[in-house]
């Protein structure tokens, strides 16, 4: 049986968990989207001046795991005198910098792998027929070519995003007070599993059904001209008057 005073008494150490939660989830999906779409327009490039570093990168970022990544930064980096005598001094000791910076990084691989790939499958004839329009590059890529690939790479970036949340939960490692830190914090304190890390899965969960439905909306508003029935609607019906 659930002890439901417990559950009362730790909502607010759990709601406060989920605050950070969603900070470290919000400025590390933000940092590194922003980081990943330069990026993959270098990694989709031809001239392998500007693809091998960016691949060099994304190699090494998804070939090891994300809590070996934070692990060296928060006690790896640290240990070189270099950086303790540095400015970067405080930034590498507060857990949160370590955390953003091995969270933004990781997301940041994955998401320029992705955004690359919806970059490559760009129709050649949309760019050609852009150019002949008279658009400059910068025009083209902001009106042609980057439409294109966000609408493809959507529905993978969802899960990219969805991913990350769940990743979110290794911040409890480095004393970081998020949702996992505080179903441990529970459990250590009261030695019971349904109050403590069944609740955390609940808030995991709710946050998946939410992440999962705004992507839902996303793709259904940008993709909604590869539905059958979303056309069909959409289109006037000649015999029918528009007022009815």
Known sequence: MINWTIVAETAPAFW???????LLLVISVASG???SVPLAVARASQRRALWMPVWLFTYVIRGTPLLVQLF?????????????????????RSPWFCAWAAFTLNTT????EIFAG????????????????????????????????????????????VQMMHATALASTVTIVEILRVARDVYTNYLVVPESFGVAAVYYLGLT?????GFRLLERHYL?????????????DPGKPRHA
């Not at 406060?16 to 969603?22: A, D, E, R």
């Not at 909604?224 to 006037?236: C, E, I, Q, W």
């Open 16 to 22: 406060g968990g989920l605050q950070i939660t969603l």
């Open 33 to 35: 989207f922003l980081l």
């Open 72 to 92: 060296i930064i928060y006690y790896g980096v640290p240990q070189f005198g270099l950086i303790r005598d540095s400015s970067l001094w405080p930034l590498f």
């Open 109 to 112: 691989a994955y998401t320029t």
């Open 118 to 161: 919806a970059i490559r499958a760009a129709p050649a004839g949309e760019i050609e027929a852009a150019r002949a329009m008279g658009l400059t590059n910068a025009q083209v890529f902001r009106d042609v070519f980057w439409p294109g690939a966000w609408r493809r790479a959507l529905p993978q970036y969802g899960n990219e995003v």
């Open 209 to 213: 059904l939410l992440l999962t439905q």
């Open 224 to 236: 909604r001209h590869l539905d059958p029935a979303a056309s069909r609607s959409a289109t006037p």
